[in-house]
């Protein structure tokens, strides 16, 4: 069995003083989860004081973003290496608010993920349709797309530690959510599509998270469907007692 996943993507939210509480909070609370990979994700000026408060505990620290050089004259950028000396394991690489806002493509997307493994972190590869898409039936078009662009070149061995997120943009901060009928389709077809790019091995193995309006309601339905393994969060992680009923909800339905 996939072990699942549940990653709270702060967006530009948390300040310091506001990131210190929110993580005290949550160890507390997460504490004697077990059997679950819980993962916060914030602001990269939240990183160094939240990578030490994680020390020791069963939470994880991600990044949003890096850029694909290991240094140089990139003003505003961050590399792998400089979040991988802040305690990063995972960075979250072309998320729809990248593409929408900064000019993320499938091509820079790939080179990202190139950056992030190369420099032994785990790359969380964002997918996922707009309304416009979805309404003229082309979701399977559109992520297909964009996984085997993500992927381009790169072996089977060398992206193994992946995960996929699927998250279609128009449930994302919206309120609406995708059915767990719905999410379940596009992991399959996610899964499958490994599966003839690699082999039956890696796509059985490979988590794929939903992203999408997750909250404590739905997260439960989203959870026992076959090919979801958990959830990339927004709005719900950044309060303590939402993301923890996220974590315990998951633990409950994988135990």
Known sequence: MRRPMIAGNWKMYK?????????????RVVFDIDNVDIVVIPPF????????????SNIALGAQNCFWEREGAFTGEISAKMLKSVRCVYVTIGHSERRKYFGET?????????????????????????????ENARTIEVVRTQVSGALKGLSEEYIEPMVIAYEPVW????????????????HAMIRGLLKEMYSSSLSEGKRILYGGSVKPENIEDLMKEEDIDGGLIGGA???????????????????
């Open 45 to 56: 000026t939240d990183l160094s004081d939240v990578g030490e408060m994680l020390i020791e």
């Open 171 to 186: 449930a994302i901060g919206t309120g609406r959510t995708a059915t767990p009928g719905q999410a379940q389709e596009v």
């Open 237 to 255: 992680s950044l309060k303590a007692d939402s993301f923890a009923a996220l974590a315990q909800t998951t633990s409950d339905v994988y135990s």
């Open 106 to 134: 499938d091509e820079t997307v790939n080179r990202r993920i190139k950056a992030v493994l190369d420099n032994g972190l785990v790359p969380i590869v964002c997918v996922g349709e707009t309304l416009e898409e979805r």
């Open 15 to 27: 300040d310091v003083n506001e990131a210190a509480a929110l993580v005290a909070d949550l160890k």
